[in-house]
Structure formats: structure tokens, C-alpha cells
């Protein structure tokens, strides 16, 4: 549950597209669970760290992703799925919320990830709650796989590898912690190559419980040096 927030939602820093709250550093502060904004925060800032390979990857915000899971009509999910150009992207990273409700913005309880290559032609769940999120990686996964079809063999949903969280709140940190992972591999290699192990061994070897408590204070960190005046 995110904290509080005893001084309103004043906006303390723009960030490319990403508009970042005061009440966003109190989250980081928690620990609590992370909302939207700080995970579309942090994959910009990934983004722009390491531009990718063409045809580029596409880290998409939170709440595209939640809005393709949950698009009313086939007509809009096209609308919506179109200019994202996914048939000419080689890797996709789509965050899963487990939020059913279009008309609560932030709700939910539990992020994970969803990794499109296109090499392997495999969406992999990445789910740091044994698997909790599973039902929604399959709604977004019905979603989206028609639009990322090149006419070869439909691509498949699995489960990958993910190390666990041994808390209640960590979930989101595990989702930007995975995305670096899977974002840095794809940009090292320059290709999503299909082979077995991909990223899965740099995730067992760089992910648990207390890179991603670092990884809280990394990003509050950055945030707050973003904000100095320069």
C-alpha cells in the first residue's frame, strides 16, 4: 500500500514523457509497492541510457500495457496496438498488473513482466510471486500476439525463470530489476538471439532480494539528483 501523501501531489520533476510526483519519493522511501510512474520512470531512463539496436526495443509504459490487456473492443486495441509498430520489433517488455479495473488508476496489487522476442518467438512471463500474475499475462498475451505475428509460427507463451521476492511490496522493483537484465542483454548483443539460456543466467546471477533493495535507493537516488538544479 503506497503511503499518505500529506502534501498533495505536487509535481517535482519532467523527465522525457515521464511527469514525476512528491509523493513518488515517499513510495521509494516506503518500501512500498511501486505505482505506474516510477516504473515508467525508470524504463525511460533505461531507454536513453543504452539506445538499442534497430529496429529499436520497445520498454512500454505501465499503463499502455494495462490499457492493451484491457482495450474494450477490438477496434481500439488496434487503434492502440498500431503505432506501437510491434511487427517491426525484435524485443518488447510489457509490465502485467494485476489490476482488473479499468476505472481505478493504480490499482492492482502485484506487477510482473511479460518479455517479447521475437527470435524465439516466445512471450516469457517473468513472475517474482511464484506465478501469481499468470491469468494477466495471459489476458495481455491473447491481447497483443496477433499484432506481433509475422505469418511464421504463432509465438508461444511460457513461464521463465525469476528469482522471488520475500516480501509483499518488492514486486515492482523486481520488474525494473528484470527489464535491466533482459534490456542490457538485448543491447550487448544487438539481436534477441534465440538460444536457450538468453538472459535467464544473468538474471539468477544479478537479481534477488538485495539488488533490488539497492535498486530502491538507486532510483531514489537518481531522481533527486535529476531534480538539482543544474
Known amino acids: 500500500m503506497a503511503p ?3 502534501k498533495g501531489d505536487e509535481k517535482i520533476l519532467s523527465y522525457l514523457d515521464v511527469v514525476m510526483r512528491r509523493s513518488d519519493l515517499d513510495i521509494l522511501r516506503g518500501p ?3 505505482n505506474d510512474r516510477i516504473i515508467e520512470f525508470y524504463f525511460a531512463h533505461l531507454a536513453s541510457l543504452s539506445p538499442s539496436p534497430s529496429p529499436p526495443a520497445l520498454l ?7 490499457w492493451l490487456t484491457n482495450c474494450p473492443d477490438p477496434q481500439s486495441l488496434r487503434q492502440s496496438a498500431d503505432p506501437l509498430r510491434l511487427p517491426d520489433r525484435d524485443l518488447v517488455l510489457f509490465p502485467v498488473n494485476s489490476n482488473l479495473d479499468v476505472t481505478v488508476a493504480g490499482g492492482g496489487s502485484h506487477w510482473s513482466l511479460l518479455v517479447y522476442c521475437r ?10 510471486c511464484r506465478s501469481a500474475n ?5 489476458r495481455l498475451f491473447h491481447a497483443v500476439s496477433g499484432f506481433v505475428d509475422d505469418g511464421g509460427e504463432p509465438p508461444r507463451l511460457v513461464e521463465g525463470l525469476t528469482p522471488q521476492q520475500t516480501n509483499g511490496h ?6 525494473m530489476a528484470i527489464a535491466k537484465v533482459v534490456y542490457d542483454w538485448y543491447v550487448a548483443r544487438g539481436e534477441c538471439a534465440a538460444g536457450e539460456d538468453r538472459w535467464f543466467a544473468a538474471l539468477k546471477e544479478e537479481v534477488d532480494a538485495d539488488a533490488v533493495d539497492k535498486l530502491r535507493d538507486e532510483v531514489l537516488r537518481l531522481i533527486l539528483s535529476l531534480m538539482e538544479p543544474k
Open 32 to 34: 512500498h509497492y511501486l
Open 134 to 138: 499468470r491469468c494477466h499475462a495471459e
Open 60 to 66: 512500454l509504459p505501465p499503463s499502455i500495457s494495462f
Open 170 to 175: 518488492d514486486c515492482g522493483l523486481f520488474v
Open 4 to 6: 499518505p501523501n500529506n
Open 119 to 128: 527470435e524465439a518467438g516466445e512471450f516469457v512471463h517473468h513472475d517474482s
